[in-house]
T-cell receptor
Framework: RKEVEQDPGPFNVPEGATVAFNCTYS??????FFWYRQDCRKEPKLLMS???SGNEDGRFTAQLNRASQYISLLIRDSKLSDSATYLC???????????FGQGTTLQVKP | GAGVSQSPSNKVTEKGKDVELRCDPI?????LYWYRQRLGQGLEFLIY????????KSGLPSDRFSAERTGESVSTLTIQRTQQEDSAVYLC????????????FGSGTQLSVL
């Protein structure tokens, strides 16, 4: 089983749609969780951290379910500029290293 | 510098040659990570440093790969006897602390092995 798993997609949605991405992780000792965004041929950039109580940043909402070892990202009112690959990132609770999922590709169409 | 700097940005080499990739992290950042990303694939963890020590080298694909960090600053990733499957973008990232804060990525080194 992979340490961090994501549905690769692609997700093709129209502008204005709401879309949700899921991510599962295998290490119950993990303590830090993030969503990164990667545009084509660019380096990843932090989108948002994920907190236990869930957190929101504008149109983006992140949720964490420790019992199920599951993280989600919800994007509301999607824009063309949201088209990118979204990477789920989890720290290894034992060593501290940060592990990336394979990414979920989103394509927002006009 | 203002951000993480990697050099060279592009490297073309012949199969069997050795290559050295360099990463200059943000000054003061304790943690430094190396990842590999093949075309159309996700980020593959290679190694990370806490200071000058490497607590986890588990991601290094083979004994042809090695990395070091000196002065809690610059890191080099060395690939010996390169193979075509080594072709990828090699990304370096740094953060103030290990695994707890956001990563700041460099632009990567595109390695092409002919």
């Amino acid at each position: 089983r992979k340490e961090v798993e994501q549905d690769p997609g692609p997700f093709n949605v129209p502008e204005g749609a709401t879309v949700a991405f899921n991510c599962t992780y295998s290490n119950s000792a993990s303590q830090s969780f993030f969503w990164y965004r990667q545009d084509c041929r660019k380096e990843p950039k932090l989108l948002m951290s994920v907190y236990s109580s869930g957190n929101e940043d504008g149109r983006f909402t992140a949720q964490l379910n420790r019992a199920s070892q599951y993280i989600s990202l919800l994007i509301r009112d999607s824009k063309l500029s949201d088209s990118a690959t979204y990477l789920c990132v989890v720290n290894d609770g034992n060593t501290g290293k940060l592990i990336f999922g394979q990414g979920t590709t989103l394509q927002v169409k006009p | 510098g203002a951000g993480v700097s990697q050099s060279p940005s592009n490297k073309v080499t012949e199969k069997g040659k050795d290559v050295e990739l360099r990463c200059d992290p943000i000054s003061g950042h304790t943690a430094l990570y190396w990842y590999r990303q093949r075309l159309g694939q996700g980020l593959e963890f290679l190694i990370y440093f806490q200071g000058n020590s490497a607590p986890d080298k588990s991601g290094l694909p083979s004994d042809r790969f090695s990395a070091e960090r000196t002065g809690e600053s610059v890191s080099t990733l060395t690939i010996q006897r390169t193979q075509q499957e080594d072709s990828a973008v090699y990304l370096c990232a740094s953060s103030p602390q290990t695994g707890k804060e956001k990563l700041f990525f460099g632009s990567g080194t595109q390695l092409s092995v002919l």
